[in-house]
């Protein structure tokens, strides 16, 4: 998926950081003696924050950046490690994610900053073993409840909050860090708010009650909208005295953040109960809609969301993230795991039922792989779910086994391939491929893309044996579509395994089948694998056609994603063709557009031909850089420039000229310049004139 460089938490900023000064410096005294620091403590004392924190203040430290990774979403053991590489930013095209992992982070100086491992201890404790063997200048900092236990391992206890002592003046109060952030936070509640001679003693007492604890905290400076300090403080004081948590075995502060939230949930309305207890299921962020879709019914209306909603916001249950034009929710995970652990057993079948249901129709709502003007939007809208998504789907996995799961799968296909999660696509196609009937329609459609991942994964055996299975069950489904994929798949691998003419002359039979049932969808995806195929295989000509068909479809459909890939098609089959002035202005058109969604793997064809373009013309300055820029990009996947055929030749070409045109000495400042670049800096370098 799209390249993420940790940046400012837009939630992390409700707490200003309150308070944690000290741990932030111990975090930067112990980093440097140790390659592993993980941060432990009880949930809600702010482990995630502090890393956050202090991970902002080292970024001089590590010339290759830090880069964060939340798992709180990620519940498959299996996708661990595609998890992080997606965050990194690594396409899987080779099937090897750790491998992959090893490889790209090996000589960089960087700081990997590993979220919520509790749930996913052994697992992580060994992906961070195995990377800090192979990369030597990697640093890993991890928070979870408790040590990873891994050699050399140095841990950090993250404290709560400062509270005053019994006693104190005024002042000291004041300045106490449990104060100072419920005094933030209550003055969102209620403007105006102060710590002042009258309100100093009950918010002493309160904190000394709350243990400190940030979440805590946060929770009962919700409740100053709705109720005064003095009856607030002796409210929590008769809970804490009457109410234990069952598990009375637990320290203190754990069982006053289980109270805190027992008490915030006794004092939601009903609704309100019902809905956070519900919405506790969602791994990642919803929307309006989505919580409306899933969690109405069986006691919550519809229309009734919003001021439900809005109600759990204002008592900080929900964060509100504002982005792209809409606001979405979110649950801090230890308030996910209480509103779970009181999700009514009886609410759930219909709940996940509901769930299922939405996600399968949102999958299929955005699917990219079709002739539409919002390509673009759809490619975001699925990426930002894909932590719902990968609940659904291990929903429909769960015996007796629903094949919704599969369509899911089959309608996320696209959008795998162009984020580059193909081993992830494969695991949710291949698990669903044993829950429905050899002659279902949506198997058939599950093998043909399964056959294309294995392809790109050069898994040739298992691309064949996919292809046979594809030509089994499209005999039984007996119809024209299910024959026209069948051949697609058999063209696919018999491209993959270098037979291009038996290849080529199976994915024309199959577009012909296409077109005459009016698939326009699956001629477009059946042109862009012809033409990609054409222009690897030294065949512009072909390519060219092929890419012009594509090109005419997706302008026609204002196809955003199929145009751009059939710009660098062509762009290929220009610089094949020798005409290097075409093939940088179709390169450029086509970088123009893939930078709206970061594609980095599209970008960076673009900017590898670009630089073949500019050395063409004598411009060997720009080549170097642009040479840079593409090979910070290509250093992100599993095949260097020279592991692809299509560029071998003219990588080395341009190489070497640029080399002997500038000198060793200008070439290196100029690549090194290049490869600085972020990725919108090295597009706007690129298509500048």
Same mark, same amino acid.
């Given at each position: ?35 592993? !620091? ?144 419920? %005094? ?186 079709? !002739? ?94 996919? %292809? ?222």
């Amino acid at each position: 998926m799209p390249e993420r460089e940790i940046a400012p938490d837009r939630d992390a900023d409700r707490t200003a950081f309150v308070g944690r000064v000290h741990e932030v410096a111990e975090v930067r005294r112990l980093l440097p003696g140790t390659r592993l !620091l993980t941060l432990t403590g009880a949930g809600g004392v702010g482990k995630t924050r502090l890393a956050r924190q202090a991970a902002s203040t080292l970024r001089t430290w590590f010339p290759a950046g830090v880069q964060f990774v939340d798992l709180a979403a990620v519940r498959d053991v299996r996708l661990l490690e595609t998890s992080v590489a997606a965050a990194l930013g690594l396409r899987d095209t080779c099937g090897r994610s750790l491998p992959a992992l090893v490889d790209h982070l090996a000589d960089k100086r960087l700081l990997l900053v590993l979220d919520n491992c509790e749930h996913l201890l052994p697992e992580c404790a060994e992906l961070a073993a195995r990377l800090l063997s192979g990369a030597p200048r990697l640093r890993v900092l991890a928070t979870s409840r408790q040590a990873l236990g891994v050699g050399g391992e140095q841990v950090l206890v993250v404290p709560p909050l400062a509270v005053p002592a019994p006693g104190a003046a005024v002042p000291d109060i004041a300045h106490s860090d449990a104060v100072r952030l419920f %005094a933030e936070r209550a003055a969102q509640a209620r403007p105006g708010f102060t710590v002042d001679e009258a309100t100093a003693p009950a918010l002493a007492r309160l904190c000394r009650r709350l243990d400190g604890l940030p979440l805590a905290i946060e929770l009962a400076a919700a409740r100053l909208r709705t109720t005064p300090l003095e009856e607030l403080a002796d409210e929590l004081d008769r809970r804490f005295d009457l109410l234990a948590r069952p598990d009375t075995a637990a320290p203190p502060r754990h069982r006053a953040l289980y109270m805190t939230m027992d008490w915030s949930f006794g004092l939601c309305t009903p609704g309100e109960r019902r809905l956070w207890t519900r919405l506790a299921v969602f791994p990642g962020e919803m929307d309006l809609e989505t919580a409306e879709a899933v969690c109405s019914g069986d006691g919550i209306e519809p229309e009734d969301v919003l001021d439900l909603v809005s109600g759990l916001v204002d008592k900080s249950i929900l964060i509100s993230v504002r982005g792209a034009g809409r606001s979405r929710y979110r649950m801090l995970e230890s308030i996910r795991a209480y509103g779970r652990e009181l999700l009514a057993h009886d609410d759930e079948p219909a709940l996940f039922r509901r769930y299922r249901d939405h996600y399968r129709w949102l999958a299929e709502r955005n699917r990219i792989d079709q !002739l539409v003007p919002d390509q673009f939007d759809r490619y975001r809208a699925a990426l930002a779910e894909i932590p719902n998504l990968r609940l659904a789907l291990d929903l429909c996995m769960r015996p007796p086994g629903d094949p919704s799961g599969l369509r899911i799968a089959v309608a996320l296909w696209s959008a795998w391939l162009l984020a580059g999660a193909l081993s992830e696509g494969r695991h949710w196609l291949e698990r669903s491929l044993g829950l429905v009937s050899p002659t279902d329609d949506d198997r058939l459609m599950a093998l043909w893309v399964d056959v294309l991942f294995a392809a790109y994964q050069h898994d040739l055996e298992a691309a064949e044996r996919r %292809a046979d299975e594809c030509a089994l069950t499209a005999k039984g489904c007996g119809d024209e579509a299910a024959g026209a994929f069948c051949l697609q798949a058999r063209g696919i691998a018999a491209l993959a395994r270098g037979d291009t003419g038996d290849g080529y002359a199976l994915l024309r039979d199959a577009r012909a089948r296409h077109r005459a049932r009016g698939d326009l969808d699956a001629v477009a995806v059946n042109l862009h694998f012809a033409a990609s195929f054409g222009v690897a295989a030294h065949s512009p000509e072909e390519g060219a056609a092929l890419g012009e068909e594509l090109l005419a479809l997706a302008e026609d459909h204002h196809a955003q994603i199929f145009k751009a890939y059939a710009l660098i098609t062509l762009g290929y089959a220009a610089w094949w063709q020798e005409d290097p002035a075409l093939a940088w202005a179709r390169m450029c058109r086509a970088a123009t557009l893939l930078i709206e969604i970061g594609d980095s793997w599209g970008l960076s064809q673009c900017l590898e031909v670009l630089a073949w373009a500019a050395c063409a013309q004598g411009d060997h300055d720009r080549a170097a850089r642009l040479l840079g820029a593409a090979g910070r990009l290509w250093r992100a996947f599993d095949i260097p420039p020279l592991g692809l055929q299509t560029f071998t030749r003219s990588h080395r070409d341009c190489e070497a000229r640029a080399r002997r045109e500038l000198g060793e000495r200008a070439f290196t400042a100029a690549y090194a310049a290049g490869a600085k670049l972020s990725l919108d800096g090295a597009v706007a370098y690129a298509i500048s004139t």
